[in-house]
């Protein structure tokens, strides 16, 4: 059982707990989760099952798509509506003025990490120092947004905003909508969150647990997407005896691949007719073995 499973988490539950529930259900040890979504939240959570496990450092690289609701005027110490409230304003904001506001959050900018976070600080997580009140001194990471749309505004005495979000990995939704609340000098949580998207994974095509719990239940697998076809990576050839080579991790030279060529530290997916061999990495104008599948 080897493939990604475009999942549609449920809220209420963890990332861990949702690898909990597959590895039973599907009766292998080998799952993992790309991405973490928090408990709150729902949406796309990508899962690789058995060999796929070994190239999910390369599905967790690529860009997601949120629907994210703010609300305004309310503070809270996790960012999001689980937290505890921290202070209230009373916003005297209108549509005009989160339209002038979006794009000074757009393209690269610098993200603080919430200090309730998976972010690990000396061997623990961030949400463990929160919890005992400890506040740890955190670096600002540099994100892409790729564009922020205001769908929807709602006036009121806290009023709230519905955006549709495009960033790299690694932004904090929940953040974002705090730093705008900032800067509109009023304050805000993330009251709301759904991940549309994650890389290439729709939340269109996404299973809920209960399908895949019927599909197990009749041994049918077809909720599996093949790994060859989550990779956006170039792709090469090797002929039968190149293709043995690269399974006991040999090189092959640059004039016995087929396909694009590509410079020193390139990744590539690397096939023997239609079959995924594995990843390779292009060093000194040979094709190094990186993750052998087969």
Known sequence: MNGVINLLKPPGMTSSDVVVWLKKRLHTAKVGHIGTLDPGVTGVLPICVGKATRIAEYLSQQGKFYRAEITFGITTDTQDSYGKVLKTTQPYIKKDDILKTIPCFTGLVQQLPPMYSAVRHKGKHLYEYARQGVEIERVSRTINISFIKLLHWLDGEYPQAVLDI?????????????????????????????????????????????????????????????????????????????????????????????????????????FENEILLGIGIWRENSLYPHKVLR
């Not at 299973?207 to 093949?226: A, C, G, N, V």
Request: glycine share 10%; proline share 5%.
């Open 166 to 270: 495009e960033c790299s990995k690694g932004t904090y939704i929940r953040t974002l909508c705090h730093d705008l609340g900032e800067s509109l000098g009023c304050g805000a949580f993330m009251s709301y969150l759904l991940r549309l998207r994650s890389g290439p994974f729709g939340i269109q095509e996404s299973w809920t647990l209960e399908e895949i719990e019927q599909f197990s239940e009749k041994d049918d697998t077809s909720f599996l997407i093949p790994i060859k076809h989550c990779l956006a990576l170039p792709k090469v050839c090797l002929l039968s005896n190149r293709a043995r080579a690269f399974c006991n991790g040999l090189p092959t030279r640059a004039d016995e691949v087929v396909g694009p060529l590509g410079n020193d530290g390139i990744s590539v997916q690397v």
